[in-house]
């Protein structure tokens, strides 16, 4: 079983930057991939980005790339999200999530991951 706890959401205005967190506790040993998802109101979850424990390969949507960074420390099982350059539709609820299963093909896909944090919402003004 593992624990997700994602933290850092808040109110930014439109060009400002936050970090968020996610905080993994439990039987971590073994899984390949921690990523990050996001839902706006009325829309479904989508990807944004994603990074592996054991290696260094990270994924971004399109719509983030060159403004978001994902990083890993395995000592403490965090991974943060740098986020700059926000814009009003990056508004949502940022969750992270990961799977004991080996999913690198389908990474992108919700469906995916068996845990996810509750989430940390993340509001951006114009």
């Known amino acids: 079983q593992v624990q997700l706890v994602e933290s850092g959401g808040g109110l930014v205005q439109a060009g400002g930057s936050l970090r968020l967190s996610c905080a993994a506790s439990?039987?971590?040993?073994?899984?390949?991939?921690v990523s990050w998802f996001r839902q706006a109101p009325g829309k479904s979850r989508e990807f944004v980005s994603a990074?592996?424990?054991?290696?260094?390969?990270?994924y971004y949507a399109d719509s983030v790339k060159g403004r978001f960074l994902i990083s890993r420390d395995n000592a403490k099982k965090t991974v943060d999200l740098e986020m700059n350059d926000l814009k009003p539709e990056d508004t949502a609820v940022y969750f992270c999530?990961?799977?004991?299963?080996?999913?690198?093909?389908?990474?992108?896909?919700?469906?995916?991951?068996?845990?996810w944090g509750r989430g940390t919402q993340v509001t951006v003004s114009s």
């Open positions: 990074i592996m424990w054991t290696y260094n390969a990270t």
């Open positions: 439990g039987r971590t040993a073994g899984y390949s991939v």
């Open positions: 999530a990961t799977s004991p299963k080996q999913i690198g093909t389908v990474l992108r896909s919700p469906a995916a991951y068996t845990y």
